[in-house]
């Protein structure tokens, strides 16, 4: 039957299918990333980390994170009104994850949506390739007052995957972020590893030589205040 013999509504949902399979074809075309080079600084499609300073020292598994565009540039949140790029706040990439550009969803229009959230995701804001996502965050967030505690780096990051709807979640926060690189992020070197942890472990040792016990109490529990007021401010206080 030809398009001229189907009724609207027909050829309406007819034509939504084409579109849909046009867009798959073009949303899985990507070309080759380069690979994660430490020393030039370049972790295309990666989030980084890297330790703070003080704050790291107290609590090891806090730190500073950003995301990497296609070409590696590292681009991160470090300040009101400020999105470095090329230029990561507070020193070297220290950990790294490399994420998959076939997770995300890159919608060329309402029908090419490949997430189940589509509605959501087009009222949020969308991209139509990776850097897209990250350059719209970034002049999103070049507006934004900086807060170690409500809006920081994590949040940042959080929004260019919430563009992205990467692995189809429309719900990337702080908490999950920082879950996503401490659990899953590799190490770039054992040096790094040690720049991380040996602040945490002198600390530790003198606290507790020159205090004692408490220390390690006062320590704890400033580290579960730091926790709990990441999970309420993002979970319960969302309006935060």
Known sequence: MSSGNLSPTKFNLAQEVRNEDYAGNILHEFWPLDEVDPKKATF????????????????????????????????????SNLVNVDDFAFGPVARYLRLEREQCCFPPNLAGHTCKNRYVHAGYGTAITWDDAVQSSARHFESKSYNLFTCNC?????????????????????VNVA????FKGKWVGGFDVVRSFLPFIVVLCFGIFMVGWPFLIGLSSFSLLLIGWFLLGTYVFKNL
Not at 154 to 174: P, Q
Not at 179 to 182: D, P, Q, R, V
């Open 44 to 79: 295309p499609c990666c989030l980084v980390w890297t330790p703070l300073p003080v704050v790291s020292w107290l609590a090891p598994f806090i730190g500073h994170v950003g995301i990497c565009k296609e070409d590696g540039t590292i681009l991160d949140f470090s300040g």
């Open 154 to 174: 994590h949040s940042f990051v959080a929004n260019c995957l919430n563009r992205l709807c990467y692995e189809g979640s429309m719900n990337w926060n702080m």
């Open 179 to 182: 879950a996503l690189i401490l």
